[in-house]
């Protein structure tokens, strides 16, 4: 599902990434660990198709979905509207689902301003799965999170990952996180980083 | 609203005040003097012909320098490689005096109505291009990426994530560029056309009459007021509905 062979990814003359090869398989949930500003979200922008300056190749799955470290919400559409607009091809009933699944049944015609930050992150959640992706990439998604709500987060990707079985590659400053949600945990090191 | 219409009649009030200190009804006449001549312009067909071909101008103008300045100053906001090319030529522009630009028309394209909205257009394309490259410049990355990686088809994308993030630039250049429109349309007409407001403003300069100067132009301030009042203010809260919510 996702296939990775970094040969280097430079900034102008500073390199930031090299030589780095791994594979994501259909169901598995990699994790990346590293210290702060090592390359983890330049590496999630390349396989998100984000940033394409690189060398090298990504194999990716055309079905991505995204969560970011902020919730990255359209403000000035509705909740149900977030969801609806993004998948196209999802009905009215099936993002009420979606919604539903995150545990914000009710909240469709509330615009994001007006949830809490939790909240915003379940929409974020229900957004990413509602359609059902093939590889799924999240960037810190439980950062700023009190660590109740943190704990709620990830006990409810795991569940989500586990019925959509997308192939999920995580960036993730905890450990707890990287244990509980990561098949495998990959750190990059190094200047310019790369796999250790 | 009702401290917007006691300040209106404070202005009105200051116009009595200036006007009894003036006593003399030739260089400024009271308020109240100016309902004859009204009522005989509206009545006789004069001041809506002419009310209506000011506004036909300035609805040409406005729309061609907001449709044309949206798109160029959105490609100057966005891609940093046209903005170098093209800043130059905004720079120029801006400083240009709108005189300069009416004059160049009128003598190249010809003392016709093509060459005046193309004038007024050419005058206002480089305020609402500044404006709205600011917009172009502000738009968030991480929602862009969110476009890209979920495949949005690009119309929805424009409607959904581009335009509602460049509205408030939109509604401020809509404002700001009805205003100077109508102002630089009065020149325009002032100088090389035989109708509208600033024709007949040009008219009665000419016979020295204050009174129907200033009806013809509170006349066309106050569609102008109606146009703000009835179109503008509740598109812009309609834009702005979700920040309220």
């Given amino acids: 599902m996702i296939k990775v062979n970094i040969a280097s990814k430079s900034f102008g003359t500073t390199a930031i990434l090299r030589d780095i090869q791994f594979e994501v398989a259909a169901g598995e949930t990699v994790a990346i660990v590293g210290r702060s500003g090592i390359g983890k979200s330049t590496l999630l922008k390349l396989i998100a198709g984000t940033d394409t300056h690189f060398t090298g190749t990504i194999n990716c799955s055309k079905s991505k979905a995204i969560v970011f470290q902020e919730p990255t919400l359209l403000p000035w559409r509705?909740?149900?509207q977030n969801i609806t607009l993004v998948h196209e091809t999802l009905s009215v009933s099936e993002a009420r689902e979606a919604l539903a699944r995150v545990g914000i049944a009710g909240k469709d015609d509330?615009?994001?301003?007006?949830?809490?930050?939790?909240?915003?992150?379940r929409l974020s959640l229900a957004r990413a799965f509602a359609g059902r992706p093939e590889v799924l990439i999240m960037d810190e998604p439980f950062v700023s999170l009190d660590s109740e709500t943190a704990n709620e987060m990830v006990s409810l990707t795991e569940i989500l990952i586990r019925d959509t079985r997308p192939a999920t590659i995580f960036v993730t400053h905890s450990e707890d996180e990287a244990q509980r949600l990561g098949d495998r945990v990959l750190t990059l090191s190094g200047s310019p980083a790369t796999l250790l | 609203?009702?401290?917007?219409?006691?300040?209106?009649?404070?202005?009105?009030?200051?116009?009595?005040?200036?006007?009894?200190?003036?006593?003399?009804?030739?260089?400024?006449?009271?308020?109240?003097?100016?309902a004859g001549p009204f009522w005989s312009e509206l009545t006789s067909g004069d001041l809506p012909y002419h009310l209506a071909m000011t506004a036909l101008r300035v609805a040409w103008a406005f729309l061609l320098a907001m449709s044309i300045g949206l798109i160029l100053g959105l490609l100057m906001g966005i891609f940093p490689g046209i903005d170098k090319w093209l800043d130059p030529w905004l720079v120029v522009f801006l400083n240009l005096p709108a005189l300069v630009l009416i004059v160049l028309c009128y003598l190249w394209i010809g003392l016709n109505e093509t060459a005046a909205i193309i004038a007024v257009t050419l005058n206002k394309i480089p305020n609402v291009t500044t404006i709205i490259r600011e917009g172009g410049r502000a738009l968030d990355p991480n929602l862009a990426a969110m476009g890209k990686v979920f495949a949005m088809r690009r119309r929805p994308y424009l409607r959904h994530v581009i335009l509602p993030q460049i509205a408030p630039f939109i509604a401020a250049a809509a404002r700001s560029g009805i205003a100077v429109i109508w102002k630089i349309v009065l020149?325009?007409?002032f100088l090389g056309r035989s109708d509208g407001i600033g024709f007949q403003i040009h008219l009665y300069f000419q016979l020295f009459d204050v009174a129907m100067v200033l009806v013809y132009s509170l006349s066309f301030i106050a569609v102008m007021l109606l146009v703000e009042w009835l179109f503008l203010q509740p598109w812009e809260r309609r834009t702005r509905r979700w920040r309220e919510a």
Wanted: hydrophobic content about 60%; glycine content about 4%; charged content about 10%.
């Fill in chain 1, 78 to 80: 509705t909740s149900l």
């Fill in chain 1, 110 to 121: 509330m615009f994001p301003g007006q949830l809490s930050l939790g909240q915003q992150r």
């Fill in chain 2, 1 to 34: 609203m009702t401290i917007r219409i006691l300040s209106l009649f404070a202005l009105l009030a200051l116009w009595v005040v200036a006007a009894t200190l003036t006593a003399d009804p030739q260089i400024l006449p009271m308020p109240t003097a100016l």
């Fill in chain 2, 187 to 189: 020149v325009v007409e």
